[in-house]
């Protein structure tokens, strides 16, 4: 084939590979997502996309629970929201095995196609929402609420056995760690794909104080001093050994998890001693008094989106190469270039040196958009096994990554009668949570998305060989342009995932008179804007919990979308 022909084949190949992503992607972009939809106070139709989008028996099954779970929270159907959360947790239980033929499916297809699963923070959460259900149909039904707290205390004691085994699993927070250690983690990724295991250290799901924390306020609001005590103490210790950092919280969350502890040391009686160790020279009995707990979920968790790769091979530097292909607007470019440049381009100055040696420029001008894997002695082996000539067009790689952390949230207050009286503080970062998560699984991906497209390749090159293309001349060229489309088109990211969890989690711990109040949650916005949700609370002697979940505006809107429905109950 001439050098024209070829050159002509390799044009309408990136073209072809172009315009099918950008078709794929106009539907991702525009498509609302159930969170979306119910940030607009839009249930019913949000309950549809559900419907039409996850199938009750199929891969997607637990989405499916997940999120008509979360809607049905919001809509004050705590029952049903209970059903749903249950079956989940059913469906977890039962996803120990895979088949190998789901296996080979997804080996030969992509990740999509296989059941998901969920992460291993979604178990925590479900528990969580599971309990603040039973306590809001305890504050609804005063008759039952004895079963109802019941029912959320048991559900915080199935959590604990969880966190128990996960810190059995992890270490837990044993250690205090290092001031900067997240950040200068995060600052050491912009390594080569397949980084060394200690640059990821220290980001990995591990133990949750936060659920300890809610733990000890459920316990408290019972009445049962003795296990709030532990809760609060755990909490205490792991929002000062580690977890604040990591989830990036102020350091006022340990010394509000001291004050509990106290507080219910206090009523628990027999530790005197304790108290004296734990409360400093001075400082006076009702620091800690607290009989009411504002929890507050805000916002939407960051959404999972697709990265494309164009995956060659470069025979004159015996190499992979691959090379990000942008898509969607100017912020997700962005985006996906940031994502590339963190994790996976070549940014050492010795790569770039080795790329100026090689002659190509290209890959120097576009400085760490181009991740190079050079096979060295292997890249005979990658000739006789035909990877070479399967790449000859190159092949389309796809990648989950995650979109930028976009905290709208100045403050969140407390207003009473008319002032301010405290305010909510962060004491868990689910989108830190979820980014993290997608760091540590970024290699793992990456590498089982290069085998696969590469197996395809081979198994297409075998197939045209079959059937008489060999030679390399027009049709069979156009033959290898073919199957590599078609691989393209089925090559896609597994971007699956809880979309109606919170960003972040605010709480707040105050002293009221008991009796009847009107309060109202001011949550301040970065655009000016001012998100207001009242609710009358009924304030007793013993501790009482309260929770409420606040919405933002959606990208595609300019105002901010509240809803009777949000507020606390």
Known sequence: MSAR??????????????????????????????????????????????????????????????????????????????????????LIESFYTQSVTELALVQFSGPTYSTYKGKAYYLPQIHIMKALNYNALAKLHPSDSGH????????????????????????????????????????????????????????????????????????????????????????????????SQQYKLPEQIAEQARLG?????????????QLQALKPTGEHEAVSAANVTLLQNIGIAPKRKQLNLLLRADTESKALVMTPILLGNHKERQAQMRWFQMLHADTSIFDMMQNYILGDVGDVAMGALTKRLPLGPLW????????????????????????????????????????????LLPYHSVSLLTLQDALKQANTEIHAALSREILKALSARKALHKVGFEQNDLFGNLAKLTSSVVNAV??????????????EIRVAQLSLPTGEHDITI????????????????????????????????????????TNSTLNME
């Open 148 to 243: 109802y707290y019941d029912a959320a205390l048991v559900e915080m004691r199935q959590l604990d056995v969880f966190l128990s085994q996960l810190k059995a699993q992890t270490g837990g927070y044993d250690e205090k760690q290092e001031d900067d250690f997240l950040s200068k983690k995060v600052y050491l990724l912009l390594k080569p794909i397949f980084a060394p295991s200690d640059l990821l250290e220290n980001i990995d799901y591990k133990d949750d104080a936060f659920a300890h924390f809610l733990s000890g306020v459920l316990f408290e609001q019972s009445g049962e001093w003795d296990s709030a005590r532990l809760q609060y103490e755990r909490a205490m210790f792991m929002y000062k050994n580690g977890f």
């Open 380 to 423: 005979d082996d990658a000739v006789k096994l035909g990877v070479v000539d399967a790449l000859q067009f190159g092949a389309r790689i796809s990648v989950t990554y995650l979109e930028p952390l976009d905290n709208q949230v100045t403050h969140s207050e407390v207003w009473l009668n008319g002032q301010p009286l405290t305010t």
């Open 261 to 273: 502890l106290i507080r219910v040391m206090r009523k628990a009686g027999g530790y005197d001693s």
């Open 490 to 503: 089925t090559a896609s990211a597994d971007t699956r995932q809880w979309q109606t969890l919170p960003a």
């Open 522 to 561: 001011k949550t301040y916005l970065r655009s000016g804007h001012i998100v207001e949700q009242s609710e009358h609370i009924t304030a007793n002697d013993a501790m009482s919990l309260w929770h409420t979940r606040t919405f933002m505006k959606t990208p595609s809107e300019q105002a901010v979308h």
């Open 5 to 90: 022909i070829k050159k002509i084949t390799t044009l309408c190949i990136v073209y072809l590979h172009t315009v099918l992503l950008s078709a794929c992607n106009i539907t991702q972009f525009n498509q609302f997502s159930p969170a979306q939809l119910a940030q607009q106070g839009n249930f019913i139709q949000a309950k549809q996309n559900v419907t039409q989008n996850y199938n009750k028996t199929g891969n997607d099954r637990l989405l499916y629970h997940l999120e008509m779970a979360s809607l049905l929270q919001l809509e004050k159907n705590y029952l049903e929201s209970n059903e749903q959360l249950a079956v989940a947790l059913t």
